[in-house]
C-alpha cells in the first residue's frame, strides 16, 4: 500500500488538488517499474512530496548536492538501492519511507510555460522523475537515461499526460 504525504507551500497556488495529483503520480511511477507489487502490498510505503519556493530548493541543493543554484526537483531516498527488494519484508511497523521529493514552484511554473503545458502536468512530470529517483533510477549516462525517459513516458501516459521528451522533430 502507498501513502503520499504532501505538504503544499506558498507560492504553489490553492486552485490545484496537489494531494490527488502526487498519489496518482507516484502509483503510475511505480507501477512502470519492478517494485509495481508494493501498490497492493500489507506494507505501507510512504513517499513525501514537498512543494515548496525556488529559495527552498535552492538552499537544499546547496547544502545536500554542493550545488548553489535552484532546481525543478530534488529526492532525497531513504532506502539504499540495493535494498529495494527487501524493503517489504523489513518494515518493524508495517511503514517504510520511501524517501521525499522536492519541487521548486518558479522553475516548474517557467519551465511548464516554456513547453506550453500545465504547471499541474509539468509537477506530475518531476514528481513521476523523482519517484524513479528514489527507486534508485538515474539518467548519468545515455543508457540510463533512455531508459528513465521510457519509465516516465509509460508512466505519464498511463495518466494521459503527452510525452514530454517529444520534440518537434518528431
Not at 515548496?52 to 535552492?58: A, L, N, R, Y
Not at 540495493?82 to 511497523?93: A, C, K, M, W
Not at 533512455?146 to 501516459?157: H, S, V
Amino acid at each position: 500500500m502507498l501513502d503520499v504525504a504532501v505538504l503544499h507551500e506558498t507560492p504553489w497556488p490553492d486552485t490545484s488538488d496537489w494531494e490527488s495529483l502526487a498519489t496518482r503520480a507516484v502509483l503510475a511511477a511505480i507501477a512502470q517499474t519492478p517494485q509495481g507489487e508494493w501498490i497492493s502490498h500489507p506494507v505501507t510505503i510512504e513517499v513525501a512530496v514537498r512543494l515548496t519556493s525556488d529559495d527552498e530548493v535552492h538552499t537544499l541543493n546547496r547544502q545536500y548536492r554542493g550545488k548553489d543554484q535552484p532546481t525543478n526537483v530534488l529526492s532525497f531516498p531513504m532506502v539504499q538501492p540495493d535494498l529495494l527488494d527487501t524493503v517489504t519484508q523489513g518494515s518493524d511497523d508495517g511503514e517504510v519511507l520511501l524517501g521525499d521529493i522536492v519541487l521548486a514552484h518558479g522553475i516548474c511554473a517557467a519551465e511548464a510555460a516554456e513547453k506550453g503545458i500545465s504547471v499541474e502536468n509539468h509537477a506530475t512530470h518531476l514528481i513521476v522523475h523523482g519517484v524513479l529517483h528514489l527507486l534508485g533510477h538515474d539518467h548519468g549516462d545515455d543508457v540510463h537515461a533512455e531508459a528513465m525517459e521510457g519509465l516516465e513516458r509509460a508512466a505519464l501516459a498511463g495518466l494521459g499526460i503527452a510525452d514530454p521528451y517529444r520534440t518537434l522533430e518528431d
